[in-house]
C-alpha cells in the first residue's frame, strides 16, 4: 500500500470535495462517475482516520467541516470550471484577442484564490479537530501528492 501523506489526505477530504474538481487534480480519475469519485475520497479518509486513530468524535466533526467546505465552495468551483471552459473555447476561436484571453485568465486566477483561502481556513480548521499525538504523526508523514512519491 501506498503511504500517502496525512497532509495531502486531509487536503483531499476537502480539495476533492468537488467529483469535478478531482477530475481535474488527477487525470486518471476524470471519467470516473461522481459516485465512484465519492467512493475513493470516502476510501481516501477512512484509511486516513484509519492511520490517525480518530475517534468516532473526530470523524463526525471532520465530515461536517468537510460538508461545510463543499457547501461553501460549490459556486465558486462551478463558476472556476466554467471559466476555464470558456477560456478554452476562447484561445481556439478565430477572433480570440489575447486581451480577452488575458481578461479571463484573471478571473480563472481569482476565483482559484479564493478557493485556495477556503481550502487552507478548512484545513485549519481540520487541524484543530487533531490532538497533539495526532498532530505529530501528521508531520512525520512523508509530503508529496496522491500517486506521486516523494
Known amino acids: ?6 497532509t495531502v489526505a486531509l487536503a483531499a477530504l476537502l480539495a ?3 467529483p469535478a474538481v478531482a477530475g481535474e ?4 480519475w476524470a471519467g470516473a462517475s461522481d459516485e465512484a469519485l465519492a467512493a475513493m475520497a470516502e476510501r481516501h479518509m477512512d484509511r486516513l482516520f484509519e492511520r490517525l486513530h480518530l475517534s468516532a468524535d473526530q470523524r463526525a466533526k471532520m465530515q ?7 457547501d461553501a465552495t460549490a459556486e465558486p468551483r462551478k ?25 479571463l485568465q484573471r ?4 476565483l482559484q484564490g479564493q478557493l485556495s483561502e477556503a481550502r487552507l481556513a478548512a484545513w485549519f480548521e481540520g487541524r484543530a479537530v ?3 499525538e495526532q498532530l505529530k504523526a501528521l508531520a ?3 509530503g508529496g501528492r496522491p500517486g506521486h512519491r516523494p
Not at 1 to 6: A, D, G, Q, Y
Not at 79 to 103: C, H, I, N, P
Not at 107 to 110: C, F, H, L, M
Open 16 to 18: 476533492f470535495a468537488s
Open 130 to 132: 487533531l490532538t497533539r
Open 79 to 103: 463558476r472556476l470550471m466554467e471559466k476555464r471552459k470558456a477560456l478554452f473555447a476562447l484561445v481556439r476561436g478565430a477572433d480570440a484577442t489575447k486581451d480577452q484571453a488575458v481578461a
Open 64 to 70: 461536517v467541516i468537510r460538508k461545510r467546505h463543499q
Open 25 to 28: 487534480r488527477n487525470p486518471s
Open 107 to 110: 478571473e480563472i486566477n481569482s
Open 140 to 142: 512525520a508523514l512523508p
Open 1 to 6: 500500500m501506498l503511504h500517502r501523506p496525512l
